[in-house]
Nanobody, 126 residues
């Protein structure tokens, strides 16, 4: 089982930026970020293929958030800019082994992931 550890969350003002990081304990395939607020379903944010060459982003964050993979460090980042109060959530890192071909539809479903991190809180508020 691959262990995932997120970091980088915190409190930021609207319009500000944060960079989240997720470190994996071993080999990974597709890696992704999801977010969740109290009482709501886990929401897809972004995903990247095993080699980092292909990515997909949710419509709600496209143009503001960027997922970047560092293949040499088994690490994925989520660079967030122009943050809005609606971005406030716990952000989770997830991965699926390499048996799953990278595909936007597959990547958007939480059910397709094998491992999850503990989450990191992002709060956007004045």
């Amino acid at each position: 089982q691959v262990l995932l550890v997120e970091s980088g969350g915190g409190l930021v003002q609207p319009g500000g930026s944060l960079r989240l990081s997720c470190v994996a304990s071993g080999r990974t395939g597709t890696m992704a970020w999801f977010r969740q607020t109290s009482g709501k379903e886990r929401e897809f944010v972004a995903a990247t293929s095993f080699n980092g060459r292909a990515t997909t982003h949710a419509d709600s964050v496209r143009g503001r958030f960027t997922i970047v993979r560092d293949n040499n460090k088994n690490t994925v980042h989520l660079s967030m800019k122009n943050l809005k109060p609606g971005d406030t959530a716990v952000y989770f890192c997830a991965q699926r082994d390499r048996s799953m071909d990278f595909d936007s539809e597959r990547a958007e479903s939480p059910a397709n992931y094998d491992s999850w991190g503990q989450g990191t809180q992002v709060t956007v508020s004045s």
